[in-house]
């Protein structure tokens, strides 16, 4: 089985950091696909610009998407790759800090598969990424990448 | 209700309606109609913040004699309710003193004696209109002190006169109907009989003007909901030209939510007032507007009608609304950084611990810890300003199935403190949203369980008093205690009155434990003993009025 590929959609550099910390800690040997704002994350997926070499950038089994995205919102990437029926079965997993219900209940509207809050506490952070990864790429099947 | 009492309620809200009545009229010749209508809303508000203190008042055997009223003041506990009434004993003066001396004096001083002779229910209503002057004028303030001294004699010798064949709690609604006539509404009813055609004339003048000039809307509609009557500002609120396009509408067409006026109807038909309503409204413009408003079913043209008085708080809301936005996102975007505090100090001290030395590790900790605890800060923040941002829905909860959870809930800190919660045998129902009833008993319990004194297991007693509109609810502690020059600081965010390293916690709990009581139109106080113990106690109103 080739390896499976994480698309981490995060404009904040510390909190990709973390995230690949976190990664590592939690022994989640997945590759970790880093694109920075929503823009990035359409072209990633369409295979467009810096984008376009699939060895590079190979299609992600799961997205892990922050919703406070500079000029495009994360709410806006989510219902775009959930409307696009190239893309609409890859799982997309929201990270964020924002608890507001609002935001929840439009990602969940949206067509996210899960919503996750970041703790601040770095060692829950990782039982969370654990969790995650335990979940999403070691227990459910998922549609092979096409 | 029996008959002797209603004689009573009767003759005391005619006693004091009237006398306001005059009051207002003297003071509008000497002072002109705006400064009046400024004072009459003063007084109002005093009215109000005395009236927890009135209804305990009328159990003490002063009664309402103005000279002990004084001193009872002086012995109330509450500063709040103290405030109040301090305030509401200085008007009488200055309404006594700006009449002292003037030639409505006699009049006033004259109408007074008919008022008492009024009062007693001995004499019969046809001798109540007989104006007979029967004292001379006020010579002297103290002769004016006098005079309302003995007006206060008067009413206690009605109420002991009456508080052998009725319930104590009924003498007391009665007596507090009275006290609690907003000068407004009093002033319409009691325009009705004045002395003499000029003064008629002026008190119609005077009335009209209030009608016309007050800054809230004024409206009277037939018990269905049909307009007979409205002032400019009412038309000024529901985007209309002239109040004359309100007469005959019914306003259920301005309701957003139409349906809340049956409710509305059915209950004002029970209790004949209905206080600090909130309803959207849709203005003729079709904008959405927010206002609060207070009924009462009146007489008006010989039929029962309803009085409201409304007051637009679309803006406040708005900026309340904003405020609370503004602390949400605050506290969201201040969590990024404090991820990375957090994160890295920890990082720092897993990879690159060995190469810090011991300081180095302590100040790596520091940051941790100091991100933990910002992040609480953050939380309380967020807390905060949740109370209004989620609407949650008043429901009748039982007090005891609260009481039960709460303890439920803390039971890890009962145990470990040893401490003894005792509640009253039996507990009311209330109507207000659960989750809010919670966090206050909550977060009061844990306090007790929190601030105690050493080698001194908790004991925490929860009780509740009945007062005429409002439930009471102390919680007492036998912890540290408060001394009372802190009692104000300690529902301000985050101010405590200690360090983290004697009792942990952030300085949030109060805080947001006052804005639930208060945004449910309740109140919120403490009083202790230092070194003795606390007792902190909260109302909610009886009905689901002010919710």
């Known amino acids: 089985m080739s390896q499976q590929t994480v698309l981490l959609v995060e404009d904040n550099p510390r909190d990709v950091r973390l995230t690949q910390r976190a990664f590592k800690q939690a022994q989640l040997t997945y590759e970790l696909q880093v694109v920075r704002d929503g823009d990035e994350a359409l072209a990633y997926l369409n295979r467009e610009g810096k984008y376009q070499e699939p060895t590079e950038s190979p299609r992600p089994n799961v997205i892990l998407l922050d919703l406070n995205l500079p000029r495009m919102g994360g709410h806006e990437v989510l219902k775009r790759v959930k409307q696009d029926p190239r893309f609409q079965y890859i799982p997309i997993i929201v990270l964020t800090t924002s608890g507001r219900s609002d935001d929840v209940r439009l990602a969940y509207e949206h067509g996210a598969n899960a919503y996750l809050l970041k703790p601040v506490e770095f060692t829950r952070f990782t039982e969370v990424v654990e969790q995650l990864g335990k979940f999403w790429l070691e227990t459910v099947e998922l549609p092979p990448a096409v | ?547």
């Open chain 2, 1 to 547: 209700m029996s008959e002797g009492n209603d004689v009573w309620q009767a003759a005391t809200a005619r006693l004091f309606g009237q006398l306001y009545a005059r009051l207002w009229l003297r003071l509008e010749q000497l002072l002109g109609s705006a400064t009046t209508m400024n004072i009459i809303a003063l007084s109002t508000e005093a009215l109000q913040d005395a009236y927890p203190f009135l209804s305990r008042l009328t159990w003490r055997p002063q009664g309402l004699e103005l000279a002990t009223l004084v001193q009872a003041i002086a012995d109330e506990e509450d500063p709040h309710v103290q405030a109040g009434c301090e305030r509401l004993l200085q008007e009488v003066y200055v309404l006594v003193e700006t009449c002292y001396g003037q030639a409505l004096a006699l009049q006033l001083q004259s109408e007074i004696e008919q008022l008492r002779h009024a009062c007693d229910p001995a004499v019969s209503p046809s001798t109540m209109d007989s104006r007979e002057v029967t004292t001379p004028p006020f010579e002297t303030m103290e002769q004016a002190l006098r005079m309302l001294h003995s007006f206060g004699q008067q009413a206690l010798t009605l109420y002991r006169q009456h508080r052998n064949t009725h319930s104590v709690l009924e003498q007391a609604q009665c007596e507090l109907n009275a006290w609690r006539q907003t000068a407004s509404s009093i002033a319409i009813t009691s325009a009705a009989a004045p002395s003499t055609p000029t003064e008629l004339a002026r008190s119609e003048t005077f009335y009209h003007d209030l009608f016309e000039l007050s800054p809230d809307g004024v409206i009277v509609t037939d018990t269905k909901g049909d307009i007979l009557q409205a002032n400019a500002r009412c038309a000024e609120i529901l985007e209309l030209d002239s109040p004359s396009e309100l007469i005959g509408r019914s306003v259920a067409q301005f309701l957003v939510y139409p349906e809340q006026r049956d409710a509305f109807l059915e209950r004002i038909s029970r209790s004949d007032r209905v206080e600090g309503q909130r309803r959207e409204l849709r203005t003729h413009r079709g904008r959405t507007i927010i206002m609060v408003f207070s009924s009462r079913l009146i007489e008006y043209e010989g039929k029962s009608c309803l009085l409201s008085v409304v007051r637009d708080v679309t803006e406040r809301a708005r900026l309340a609304q904003e405020m609370e936005d503004f602390a949400y996102s605050a506290s969201h975007d201040l969590q990024a950084p404090l991820r990375t505090f957090e994160g890295y100090a920890r990082w720092l001290l897993e990879d690159y611990g060995d190469a810090l030395d011991e300081t180095g590790r302590q100040l790596c900790e520091e940051i941790i810890d100091d991100a933990l605890h910002m992040k609480k800060l953050l939380d309380g923040l967020l807390e905060y300003s949740r109370i209004g941002r989620l609407h949650t829905q008043p429901v009748a909860v039982q007090v005891e199935a609260v009481l039960e959870r709460v303890q439920h809930d803390l039971q890890i800190e009962i145990f470990d403190t040893k401490a003894r919660i005792t509640l009253p045998e039996t507990l009311p129902t209330v109507f207000y949203p659960e989750v809010r009833l919670t966090q206050i008993f909550t977060n009061l319990i844990s306090n007790a369980l929190k601030f105690t004194a050493p080698g001194r297991a908790p004991e925490i007693g929860v009780d509740y008093e009945v007062l005429p509109r409002h439930y009471r609810f102390p919680v007492r502690d036998n912890g540290i205690g408060i001394a009372p020059e802190h009692s104000e600081r300690i529902f301000e965010i985050f101010k405590r009155l200690h360090t983290r390293e004697e009792y942990p916690g952030t300085g949030a709990g109060l805080t947001i434990v006052k804005k639930i009581v208060e945004s449910h139109g309740g109140q919120i106080g403490v009083s202790s003993t230092p070194g003795e113990g606390s007792t902190f106690w909260f109302t909610i109103p009886k009905t689901e009025d002010a919710s």
